[in-house]
């Protein structure tokens, strides 16, 4: 045999049996970590007294890593806490009614002791799960290794290796801790239930010891909710806060009823503005379906949108409590709110107004340069269009409108906070048009009352036609007091005037 073949065979060899090599180590690999996920879910769950009430902690697999909170048959609360692949499960497995009645009728021990007193057994209850998931993992790695391969050097090799994955994973979880998501839940559940679950936005947006203070405060909602089993605890009403309720594109959906009446007694809201697409066509048989806005029993703010008709906006203005703005400006519940109508009617194009971006945008610019003339500044304005509502960038701190049919929120450069709502109807029949059902979405706004700046803010969506399903995610506001640039000086503004009415 030549040199040369020689070699070449050698070489094959080496390669081949590197090959195996890294073949054999990563099934290794793979059979531990399957058989430590399989000994921490089997055997890694505690239970821990935490107040008057027995948890279940367990360790599950998360891409993201996160705590959920499900408080059975209530609903669940998710907390975004950390960044591992690794995530927490906290169960509510029973409650002690006595001792629960204890915490809630001493309110010197709930305020005085409680936070401390569920801070530290919440802590040993995850110490526990922590020493018991890494017992049960290494367990069950060194067992799975040894029924598979059979011999203890595989399973040696794999238990270091699950070691060396929980010590990452431990790491990981420690370098990306965040104790303040706790003011900030995703609520999944009855929508009965949220307020209580959630907390009132005075608590949540007090940041000091927000941690301690909020899981305080969860307790005592869960327990309040076990204690009274039949009846809903009544919602501790925050009087220091102004609620507005967000809605948008109702397109003629009776859901939508359902869902801003029920909003508006579980919340206790002020005022509702809608921004707009409250009908499909502006037909006069559809101002019937207006007629629900004067059973609320709060102010119902309104704004046209590109669906809706002047006979649409004549109809809503007749109803009780409607407040219809159109280039106008009013106080609604402590805040001044100014309106404008959307310049476009799609159904029949009756209005001879350009919709490309430049031309919607450069309406909501002159007009926020008037609306910066006005002796008395405004709170908060509404309109149809997302382009047109960029215009007003730095008129007010915040600024709402739909249009779209998707939430989403930006702060813009001028520091003013801009909320796209989504379709509170569903978008109506449109809804039929697509494979998955459009979501019905609204949002429950708190502005300080004394200040009038938004201080934090619920996003509620509800799963579409067809779906059941009820999600409530809250925002805290980081900056409430932020300065607001003025609105930039522009060419001369379209026909028409601002009207002012007077304060109620």
Not at 240 to 266: C, E, G, K, Y
Not at 323 to 339: C, E, H, I, P, Q
Request: hydrophobic share 40%; with cysteine; glycine share 10%.
């Amino acid at each position: 045999m030549k040199f040369a073949d020689w070699t070449q065979r050698t070489r094959r060899l080496a390669t081949g049996r590197a090959g195996r090599r890294i073949a054999r180590g990563t099934a290794v690999v793979a059979v531990a970590l399957a058989g430590a996920w399989l000994g921490i879910m089997l055997g890694g769950a505690v239970r821990s007294n935490v107040g008057p009430v027995e948890l279940g902690l367990s360790a599950e697999p998360s891409w993201t890593g996160e705590t959920v909170l499900d408080a059975h048959p209530f609903g669940t609360l998710l907390f975004d806490t950390h960044n591992a692949p690794v995530g927490l499960r906290v169960t509510l497995e029973n409650i002690n009614p006595d001792r629960a009645r204890g915490f809630l009728d001493d309110p010197r021990f709930s305020a005085d002791r409680l936070p401390a007193l569920l801070e530290e057994e919440l802590g040993n209850g995850v110490r526990t799960l922590i020493v018991r998931a890494a017992f049960c993992g290494l367990a069950g790695a060194l067992v799975a290794s040894l029924i598979v391969f059979r011999r203890p050097g595989p399973a040696l090799a794999g238990t270091l290796a699950v070691v060396v994955a929980i010590a990452g994973t431990g790491t990981a979880v420690a370098l990306t801790f965040r104790p303040d998501s706790v003011v900030e839940p995703k609520y999944t559940g009855l929508l009965a239930n949220a307020p209580t679950l959630v907390g009132d936005a005075e608590s949540i947006v007090t940041r000091f010891e927000s941690y301690r203070v909020q899981l305080a405060k969860l307790v005592n909602n869960v327990s309040q909710l076990y204690d009274v089993v039949s009846a809903l605890p009544v919602y501790d009403a925050d009087p220091t806060s102004i609620r507005i309720l967000h809605v948008s594109d109702i397109h003629l959906s009776p859901i939508a009823w359902n869902l801003i009446r029920s909003i508006t007694t579980q919340f206790k809201i002020d005022a509702i503005i809608d921004t707009g697409d409250l009908t499909d066509h502006g037909t006069g048989p559809e101002d019937k379906f207006v007629e629900e806005i004067g059973t609320f029993g709060v102010p119902y703010v309104f704004v046209r949108g590109n669906h809706d008709s002047m006979t649409t906006q004549r109809a809503v203005r007749r109803q009780k409590g409607a407040v219809v703005l159109d280039d106008s400006a009013k106080t609604v519940a402590g805040l001044r709110v100014y309106g404008l109508g959307d310049p476009r009617f799609t159904p029949d194009k009756s209005v001879s107004v350009d919709s490309n971006l430049e031309s919607l945008d450069a309406l909501g610019r002159s007009h926020a340069a008037r609306l910066a003339r006005l002796p008395k500044q405004v709170d908060l304005i509404a309109v149809h269009d997302p382009t047109v509502a960029k215009g007003f960038s730095g008129a007010a701190p915040m600024i709402l409108t739909g249009h779209s049919h998707e939430r989403s929120t930006e702060l813009l450069p001028s520091g003013s906070r801009l909320l796209v709502q989504g379709s509170t109807g569903g978008a109506g029949l449109r809804a039929l048009e697509h494979d998955e059902p459009t979501p019905v979405e609204a949002s429950v706004l708190y502005f300080d009352a004394d200040t009038h700046r938004l201080r934090a803010w619920d996003d509620i969506t509800l799963g579409g036609l067809g779906e059941q399903s009820v999600q409530i995610q809250r925002h805290v506001e980081t900056e409430p007091g932020r300065t607001i640039s003025p609105v930039p000086t522009i060419a001369p503004s379209p026909t028409g005037s601002i009207t002012v009415t007077p304060t109620p």
